[in-house]
């Protein structure tokens, strides 16, 4: 994959949600509702403060779904992020 956002944007693969509840029900698919985490795989030159490999949360709304190498990732502005998981 050769890809690198421009302006002030990263480019995020959403990280997998548990698919059983505590109790050990299983959730179906259609019932999950999409992460609003994921893991920073591409910086635009622009930013400082996230870097490749750092856990962020972002917006539910925020940014754009993109394919690459039939991966899905999301391109998201940096005002989209509220923050880093440490």
Known sequence: MNFQPLGK???VKRLE???TTASGIIIPDNAKEKPLNGE???VSK???DIKVNDKVMFTKYG???IKLDNEEYLVLNVED???IIK
């Open 63 to 65: 940014g754009t779904e």
């Open 81 to 83: 992020v509220l923050g």
């Open 17 to 19: 949600e548990m698919k």
């Open 9 to 11: 944007r990263i480019l």
């Open 46 to 48: 622009e930013i400082e």
């Open 40 to 42: 920073v795989v591409a």
